[in-house]
């Protein structure tokens, strides 16, 4: 009799430590999705910042703040499970005040430029800030990266932060109130989702993105000319010297413009012989989708060999600008004083295509009344073993 006893107790005792191993090995893998508010520091107008950080239940994590509705920072794990900052970022409030490239910005009213800076809408026409070779650049002088927006945390199995922020009528220039809504989702696929919604009290022009600087290898050890790049976009939009398209669409077959199978981004980026490499100092265009209609596509497709981290970028918009980086020189540091060079990182922005406005043959970007601009990008990370 004691011996069964002892053999069951035995049993249970076995039985239970199995399960603690398995649920502690469990929770290592597994993480409960959350979402943490922490304060992030005061503006020059006496307003107050907020730092929210996002994880989902794999780890991943993002950090946003409501100044800008900037990226601070967004983890990916690499081969090995190892999660690495793959975004360029500042180490303080303060710093993005100072001087930010736009770093994991939102941008509006208008993402990327607007000829001279004028447009004309129902007869009328509007001048806007001239912030970037006689141009106007995405938005102006207090653009959406550089606005407090009221944030609003979502918890549950994917964590997500709605930021909204309302442009007044004449703000920057641009007619109509303009209530905006980008909601950011970290998704449980390792996937971060951004919705953009927007509606107007009067005719206006819209071209929301987001403008993070990815640089896959983690934490931006070098510089992302090894990483490969595949674009699902058989034509591109040829710009002038000041980055203003001509207004043509080229085919991009036979040119450094070709990524439509994987190409090394550095394998043609300092062909000189190309006008339009020479005016972009490098890739500053934006590439026309495959497509129609303003399904989901798959937009572009980003390996980094060393830690075989790969993006897809996924959207609803007719066309995405692939900068490299090209401006950037040092001059500002990201976190813990590390000087950002020239391309050490590469930006998707998904959008309309520049100065549409101007443009009558692109597609359009006025907002009306009674109308919802509504789309959606996503940037989805997985790896690869090669
Ligand atoms: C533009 C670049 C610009 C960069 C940072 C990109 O969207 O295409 O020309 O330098 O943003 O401002």
């Known amino acids: 009799m004691k011996s069964v006893s002892q053999f069951l107790s035995l049993t249970l005792l076995l039985t239970s430590l199995l399960m603690t191993s398995c649920n502690s090995k469990k929770e290592t893998t597994e993480q409960k999705p959350v979402i943490e508010k922490a304060p992030y520091g005061q503006l020059p107008d006496g307003q107050t910042a907020d730092l929210y950080t996002l994880q989902n239940a794999s780890g991943m994590t993002a950090q946003i703040t409501n100044y800008g509705g900037i990226i601070v920072s967004l983890t990916a794990p690499d081969k090995n499970g190892k999660f690495e900052d793959v975004t360029l970022g500042q180490d303080s409030l303060s710093a993005y005040v100072k001087n930010n490239p736009y770093f994991g910005a939102l941008i509006g009213r208008y993402g990327n430029r607007i000829a001279k800076g004028k447009f004309t809408l129902d007869g009328k026409t509007y001048s806007l800030f001239i912030n970037n070779m006689g141009n106007h650049?995405?938005?102006?002088?207090?653009g959406f990266d550089k606005v407090l927006w009221k944030a609003t945390p979502i918890e549950g199995e994917e964590p997500a932060l709605k930021l909204s922020y309302t442009a007044k009528d004449g703000e920057?220039?641009?007619?109509?109130?303009?209530?905006v809504e980008v909601t950011y989702t970290l998704q449980k696929d390792n996937a971060l989702k951004i919705d953009y919604q927007a509606t107007t009290d009067k005719p206006t022009v819209v071209n929301l993105t987001n403008h993070t600087y990815f640089n896959l290898t983690g934490g931006a050890k070098r510089d992302i000319l090894d990483h490969v790049v595949t674009l699902n976009a058989d034509k591109f939009i040829p710009v002038d010297k000041t980055l203003i398209p001509t207004g043509k669409l080229e085919p991009v077959a036979n040119s450094p413009f070709d990524f439509t199978k994987p190409m090394v981004v550095g394998s043609r980026i300092n062909d000189s012989t190309n006008t339009q490499i020479k005016y972009g100092g490098g890739y500053d265009h934006g590439w026309v989708l495959n497509g129609s209609g303003d399904s989901l596509k798959l937009a572009a497709t980003?390996?980094?060999?060393?830690?075989?981290?790969?993006?897809e970028v996924r959207t609803t918009?007719?066309?995405?600008?692939f900068y490299t980086g090209n401006f950037l020189d040092g001059t500002v540091t990201g976190r813990e004083g590390f000087p950002y060079k020239k391309r050490y990182a590469l930006c998707l922005e998904t959008e309309h295509y520049p100065d549409s406005p101007n443009q009558p043959s692109f597609p359009t970007t006025v907002l009306r009344p009674g109308q919802t601009y509504k789309t959606t990008t996503i940037y989805q990370f997985s790896t690869r073993k090669e």
């Open 317 to 321: 918009e007719p066309a995405i600008q």
């Open 172 to 179: 920057e220039g641009y007619p109509g109130n303009l209530s």
């Open 137 to 142: 650049l995405h938005g102006g002088k207090v």
């Open 302 to 311: 980003v390996y980094e060999p060393t830690s075989g981290r790969v993006m």
